[in-house]
């Protein structure tokens, strides 16, 4: 099991740039592929993005590809998604998850462990 803490979340406007971060407390943290996702109040958490566990393959969902990246520094248990030309409709809670050798899923049952997370909003 790893435990996962999320920061980094914020208020910004419209086209402005944030990233959040994910510090795993594990020492294995290079076994582990790491997901992204996002909720708003009344809906299902939605996948954002995700990066396997040796950094090879990385997936997103198709609304912020190209303005969004994950990375994995393994030295500093530490995962981070890059938030680029944000819009109001990214606003959400951003939650990190991990999976035991995980190969990018894009799917919440592949995850076992989860963050708290952390709020950002995009203003218009």
């Known amino acids: 099991q790893v435990r996962l803490r999320d920061s980094g979340g914020g208020t910004v406007q419209a086209g402005d740039s944030l990233r959040v971060s994910c510090e795993a407390t594990?020492?294995?943290?290079?076994?582990?592929?790491i997901g992204w996702f996002r909720q708003l109040p009344g809906k299902e958490r939605e996948f954002v993005a995700s990066?396997?566990?040796?950094?090879?393959?990385?997936n997103y969902r198709d609304s912020v590809k190209d303005r969004f990246t994950i990375t994995k520094d393994n030295d500093k248990n530490m995962a981070y998604l890059q938030m680029n030309n944000l819009i109001p409709e990214d606003t959400a809670v951003y939650v990190c998850?991990?999976?035991?050798?995980?190969?990018?899923?894009?799917?919440?049952?592949?995850?076992?462990?989860w963050g708290q997370g952390t709020q950002v909003n995009v203003t218009s």
């Open positions: 594990t020492h294995q943290f290079s076994r582990y592929g």
């Open positions: 998850a991990a999976e035991y050798f995980g190969r990018a899923s894009t799917t919440l049952r592949q995850y076992r462990d």
């Open positions: 990066i396997s566990w040796n950094r090879e393959t990385s």
